[in-house]
T-cell receptor
Framework: GNSVTQMEGPVTLSEEAFLTINCTYT??????LFWYVQYPGEGLQLLLK?????DKGSNKGFEATYRKETTSFHLEKGSVQVSDSAVYFC???????????FGRGTSLIVHP | DVKVTQSSRYLVKRTGEKVFLECVQD?????MFWYRQDPGLGLRLIYF???????EKGDIPEGYSVSREKKERFSLILESASTNQTSMYLC??????????????FGPGTRLTVL
């Protein structure tokens, strides 16, 4: 079956540091890959997505590249801000399943 | 803007009570989902629906039921609330494009406490 593995948190960084949150997956077929973000007290919202191998999704300075050879979709940002503090979820949807699979989430804390 | 609303942000109920959580979306999405979110466990799918009056069990359906009488509304029912159902409940909706789901849109969540 499908599965998503994310690095455990919390990840604690100083403002302007470089961010990487690792995500690897197991899936049948050719999945679409997503990163969602959950700010404190809110529901999840889509951050970025990629639908085929070598695609790069990007939004708000975050980016992730769909790597089929390593089955990975790592999230990166060059310079984090305090306002990026949130929980980040990696997810996949494999065509025909109708059900997305989420990772357990990684908490990011950014200090001034 | 897509909007998914949930009937309550915070709810406190007593053990044994029947609890209704309602979710409404305004984007004519076919698919709707109920998840619970617990620390260290991420999101776990309770039920989902891909059409009016249709429902499918997710990973943890025990102790829950759902109702979808109209396309825009998906209700989660706790028939007899128990303390282990204290959690954050998230509703989501999504468009069914071809054979796969597109982006999911989430409501703000209902934090339920069962005493």
């Amino acid at each position: 079956g499908n599965s998503v593995t994310q690095m455990e948190g919390p990840v604690t960084l100083s403002e302007e540091a470089f961010l990487t949150i690792n995500c690897t997956y197991t899936a049948t077929g050719y999945p679409s890959l997503f990163w969602y973000v959950q700010y404190p007290g809110e529901g999840l919202q889509l951050l970025l997505k990629a639908t085929k191998a070598d695609d790069k999704g990007s939004n708000k300075g975050f980016e992730a590249t769909y790597r089929k050879e390593t089955t990975s979709f790592h999230l990166e940002k060059g310079s984090v801000q305090v306002s990026d503090s949130a929980v980040y979820f990696c997810a996949l949807e494999s065509g025909g399943s109708y059900i997305p699979t989420f990772g357990r989430g990684t908490s990011l804390i950014v200090h001034p | 803007d897509v909007k998914v609303t949930q009937s309550s942000r915070y709810l406190v109920k007593r053990t044994g009570e029947k609890v209704f959580l309602e979710c409404v979306q305004d984007m004519d999405h076919e698919n709707m989902f109920w998840y619970r979110q617990d620390p260290g466990l991420g999101l776990r799918l309770i039920y989902f629906s891909y059409d009016v009056k249709m429902k499918e069990k997710g990973d943890i359906p025990e102790g829950y039921s759902v109702s979808r009488e109209k396309k825009e509304r998906f209700s989660l029912i706790l028939e007899s609330a128990s303390t282990n159902q204290t959690s954050m409940y998230l509703c989501a909706s999504g468009h069914q494009g071809g054979t796969s789901i597109d982006t999911q849109y989430f409501g703000p969540g209902t934090r339920l406490t069962v005493l």
